[in-house]
């Protein structure tokens, strides 16, 4: 499976729609775990530019990563009036960057689509010296809103294998074959909050696993997310429990 194409036409819906990270994370990344006063960060598997840009407007240098040319294509329209980021288009497991060159390496939304131990190698080709990987998702919390979300996706996606690519949520022990020693790991509260059913229907249809127009189903599943949305909607808006998981450590 080529996993570089499974955001393509996506990329957005994946802008718009995708939630952003709260300022703790980027606290707790830059304050609280060892990293030099100014950081190089390579953000791999960038997207977007979701996760990397609140870094790069606060002035830090970072090399975005990303292989999907959608994605790359709106990565490098949003980064483009900033000096101190790199857009590269490339594999996680051929980032092309130099030996030793960054501090930190940061993956959002995106490492379940690696080649875990390819990445690995290539991560300690990349990092100084000392340098950490910090893993992060935004996790939808279980309740009965995802619970009946998951039934639809099963019902009407077959690509569909769960939220966050099988991540099981708040367990450090499936990194150990990643990490050199056990990772870290610390949330944070993020909860989602979507005014219209266009919005909720916009970020279910941002997942990879999610039907496109070009799928026989597509209008019926596109019904059925804006039931569910009716009948969670409260006080002209829908809450969906969300945290962000950050895993990190040495590899």
């Known amino acids: 499976m080529n996993v570089i194409e499974n955001f393509t036409g996506k990329a957005d819906g994946y802008a718009k729609y995708r939630p952003t990270y709260p300022n703790s994370v980027y606290e707790y990344i830059l304050n609280d775990c060892g990293l030099p006063k100014k950081p190089i960060f390579a953000d791999v598997g960038a997207g977007t530019g979701k996760f990397s840009l609140p870094l790069i407007k606060a002035g830090h240098t970072a090399y975005c990563v990303e292989p999907n040319s959608d994605m790359k294509q709106l990565l490098d329209e949003n ?120 919005a909720f229907v916009g970020r279910c249809l941002s997942s990879s696993s999610a039907l496109t127009e070009k799928d026989k189903a597509y209008d019926e599943y596109v019904r059925e997310l804006k039931k569910l949305y009716a009948k969670f909607e409260n006080r002209g808006r829908v809450n969906m429990r969300n945290r962000v998981e950050v895993y990190s450590g040495k590899v």
Request: charged share 25%.
């Open 79 to 198: 980064t483009k009036d900033f000096q101190n980021c790199i857009t590269v288009s490339a594999t996680a497991e051929n980032t092309t960057l130099a030996d030793n060159s960054v501090d930190c390496v940061t993956v959002a939304q995106a490492f379940h689509w690696f080649d875990r131990q390819a990445f690995k190698t290539e991560c300690k080709r990349i990092l100084k010296a000392e340098g950490k990987i910090f893993l992060v998702w935004n996790s939808r919390v279980e309740d009965e809103l995802l619970t009946a979300l998951g039934e639809i996706n099963k019902k009407y996606c077959p690509k569909f294998k769960g939220f966050i690519g099988g991540i099981h949520k708040n367990d450090t022990s499936q990194f150990d074959d990643f990490f050199a020693e056990p990772c870290s790991l610390v949330c944070f509260d993020n909860d989602l909050y979507y005014e219209s059913a266009d």
